[in-house]
């Protein structure tokens, strides 16, 4: 298990060195997306100025304050409380995320699916686990939104950060096939029967 | 008593962002109790920061998730209470749609079919207002409850037979469980609906899941069948956030009515561990708030 401190954005190289249970922390720059930017994006063609290249992206719909444009908030808006929602719902954007966005890395709660992971070892891409539901920490490690796009579907707009120590995340789904929720979902599976068993009941 | 309707609005309002910024204390006993019992390092380190989480929100003054959820607004009408019915809902919904502008909240709440957001967590028929009575005297209670949308995904119904008996309500819970996995955002209260109609049932199930952790189905046999479930659920190791552990959930709550012959309903409800719930109670000495 290693910690890596990435600045933003990465090579495929740098992904590609990520092994499941390895820990990340991002520094720099964190793309905030979420189900109708990419509904949006990939199934209505929309296109966004922002260049995702090499970038993370985190499954968000923020809390913001609307404030007049300054330095300290050049996209007009303060963040009050950023967070991250289920990711599975978004699962069949993660390949053209990659291909048409150049993304390398997703961060989420609750995993991807095969299909990610497939999308992750043939473009060079891995699954950053947050843990859900602690907002408030996730918010201190967010210093400023300094640009949004598509801000027509706020709060799922398309949203640019600026991070600092944003982590440590889990390397839960690596570019070699690994997937700690595949494990997971596997061990659990063979638990049922025995479980089913504690409650009296033949599986 | 009289109820100041004004008053009211004021505690819809305060209600939603209170709820959104403080964990009951049920809810943090209840880490406290999973941490102890915790056998796999991930799942410690995960349970450790929710509960640094909870610490955090309460030292900024901010919110525990950034999900503002859908709001739930429960009214419980005590004996000797004089209230405009239909002026309380929309109180209710006056101090909701403030709570979101002037805080401001991230307005969650869109038409189901046009997706489109009014910015004001109101929408058709939401906030969700369920009205009841009971024999208190003097006492209006309203409690707040944004239900989270990850959890809130992890719904299930199932319409069995009654030749399915008890185990087939015993397998959709632990199918629900492991079907959910780490979506719901583990560790979870399982509710869990039993009897009724269709409808009726996961209502119960709703409740089952935003009931205080500690408190016990009314029912006997609901009491013993969710004593069974809350042990056998973490046996499966889903864990927190589904990477794996022994704290799969809180408790599987059980709340059951009647049902027909022919019937054998059984619905879940999922709540996650940001399990949000704030409360007011309006008595001749004022307004409380509390859980």
Same mark, same amino acid.
């Given at each position: 298990?290693?910690?890596?401190?990435?600045?933003?954005?990465?090579?495929?190289?740098?992904?590609?060195?990520?092994?499941?249970?390895? &820990?990340?922390?991002?520094?720099?720059?964190?793309?905030?997306?979420?189900?109708?930017?990419?509904?949006? %994006?990939?199934?209505?063609?929309?296109?966004?100025?922002?260049?995702?290249?090499?970038?993370?992206?985190?499954?968000?719909?923020?809390?913001?304050?609307?404030?007049?444009?300054?330095?300290?908030?050049?996209?007009?808006?303060?963040?009050?409380?950023?967070?991250?929602?289920?990711?599975?719902?978004?699962?069949?954007?993660?390949?053209?995320?990659?291909?048409?966005?150049?993304?390398?890395?997703?961060?989420?709660?609750?995993?991807?699916?095969?299909?990610?992971?497939?999308?992750?070892?043939?473009?060079?891409?891995?699954?950053?686990?947050?843990?859900?539901?602690?907002?408030?920490?996730?918010?201190?490690?967010?210093?400023?939104?300094?640009?949004?796009?598509?801000?027509?579907?706020?709060?799922?707009?398309?949203?640019?950060?600026?991070?600092?120590?944003?982590?440590?995340?889990?390397?839960?789904?690596?570019?070699?096939?690994?997937?700690?929720?595949?494990?997971?979902?596997?061990?659990?599976?063979?638990?049922?029967?025995?479980?089913?068993?504690?409650?009296?009941?033949?599986? | 008593?009289?109820?100041?309707?004004?008053?009211?609005?004021?505690? $819809?309002?305060?209600?939603?962002?209170?709820?959104?910024?403080?964990?009951?204390?049920?809810?943090?006993?209840?880490?406290?109790?999973?941490?102890?019992?915790?056998?796999?390092?991930?799942?410690?380190?995960?349970?450790?920061?929710?509960?640094?989480?909870?610490?955090?929100?309460?030292?900024?003054?901010?919110?525990?998730?950034?999900?503002?959820?859908?709001?739930?607004?429960?009214?419980?009408?005590?004996?000797?209470?004089?209230?405009?019915?239909?002026?309380?809902?929309? $109180?209710?919904?006056?101090?909701?749609?403030? $709570?979101?502008?002037?805080?401001?909240?991230?307005?969650?709440?869109?038409?189901?079919?046009?997706?489109?957001?009014?910015? &004001?967590?109101?929408?058709?028929?939401?906030?969700?207002?369920?009205?009841?009575?009971?024999?208190?005297?003097?006492?209006?209670?309203?409690?707040?409850?944004?239900?989270?949308?990850?959890?809130?995904?992890?719904?299930?119904?199932? %319409?069995?037979?009654?030749?399915?008996?008890?185990?087939?309500?015993?397998?959709?819970?632990?199918?629900?469980?492991?079907?959910?996995?780490?979506?719901?955002?583990?560790?979870?209260?399982?509710?869990?609906?039993?009897?009724?109609?269709?409808?009726?049932?996961?209502?119960?199930?709703?409740?089952?899941? &935003?009931?205080?952790?500690?408190?016990?189905?009314?029912?006997?046999?609901?009491?013993?069948?969710?004593?069974?479930?809350?042990?056998?659920?973490?046996?499966?190791?889903?864990?927190?956030?589904?990477?794996?552990?022994?704290? &799969?959930?809180?408790?599987?709550?059980?709340?059951?009515?009647?049902?027909?012959?022919?019937?054998?309903?059984?619905?879940?409800?999922?709540?996650?561990?940001?399990?949000?719930?704030?409360?007011?109670?309006?008595?001749?000495?004022?307004?409380?708030?509390?859980?």
């Amino acid at each position: 298990m290693t910690h890596h401190v990435l600045e933003m954005p990465v090579s495929e190289a740098q992904v590609r060195a990520l092994r499941i249970d390895d &820990t990340v922390t991002l520094q720099r720059t964190l793309y905030g997306i979420r189900d109708a930017t990419q509904i949006h %994006m990939f199934d209505r063609g929309r296109r966004t100025r922002l260049d995702l290249r090499g970038h993370a992206v985190i499954h968000t719909a923020p809390n913001v304050r609307k404030v007049p444009v300054s330095a300290e908030h050049p996209a007009g808006y303060a963040p009050v409380c950023i967070g991250t929602t289920t990711s599975d719902r978004m699962e069949r954007f993660t390949r053209v995320l990659m291909e048409r966005e150049g993304v390398r890395l997703i961060i989420g709660k609750g995993g991807l699916r095969e299909g990610s992971s497939q999308a992750f070892a043939d473009l060079g891409g891995a699954y950053l686990a947050i843990v859900g539901g602690t907002a408030a920490l996730e918010t201190t490690w967010i210093e400023q939104i300094e640009d949004v796009d598509l801000d027509d579907l706020n709060p799922e707009s398309l949203w640019r950060f600026r991070i600092r120590d944003f982590g440590p995340l889990l390397v839960a789904m690596d570019s070699h096939g690994g997937s700690l929720y595949r494990s997971v979902q596997a061990e659990t599976a063979a638990r049922r029967a025995q479980v089913l068993a504690s409650l009296g009941v033949q599986a | 008593m009289d109820i100041d309707l004004q008053a009211v609005e004021a505690a $819809a309002k305060e209600l939603y962002i209170r709820a959104l910024k403080v964990l009951p204390p049920d809810i943090k006993d209840g880490f406290a109790r999973l941490q102890q019992h915790e056998t796999g390092a991930t799942a410690q380190s995960v349970l450790g920061t929710m509960v640094r989480n909870i610490a955090v929100a309460e030292q900024t003054d901010n919110l525990l998730c950034q999900d503002t959820g859908i709001p739930i607004y429960n009214v419980t009408i005590g004996r000797g209470v004089a209230v405009d019915g239909h002026a309380l809902k929309q $109180a209710l919904r006056r101090g909701c749609e403030r $709570a979101t502008r002037e805080y401001p909240l991230r307005s969650s709440v869109v038409h189901p079919l046009t997706r489109r957001n009014e910015h &004001t967590s109101c929408g058709i028929e939401v906030p969700v207002i369920h009205v009841d009575f009971d024999d208190t005297p003097d006492t209006l209670s309203i409690e707040m409850v944004p239900k989270g949308s990850g959890s809130e995904n992890g719904s299930f119904l199932r %319409m069995a037979i009654p030749a399915e008996g008890v185990a087939a309500i015993k397998t959709f819970v632990i199918d629900c469980v492991l079907a959910a996995g780490g979506k719901t955002c583990p560790p979870t209260i399982v509710g869990v609906g039993l009897g009724g109609t269709s409808d009726l049932v996961v209502a119960l199930a709703k409740r089952a899941a &935003t009931r205080p952790l500690g408190s016990v189905c009314d029912d006997p046999e609901g009491a013993a069948l969710e004593r069974q479930l809350s042990e056998a659920v973490n046996l499966l190791g889903v864990g927190p956030q589904g990477l794996g552990g022994d704290s &799969t959930a809180f408790a599987v709550h059980v709340e059951l009515a009647a049902t027909h012959i022919t019937m054998n309903p059984i619905a879940v409800n999922m709540q996650c561990h940001s399990a949000r719930r704030a409360r007011a109670t309006f008595t001749p000495a004022g307004v409380a708030y509390g859980f």
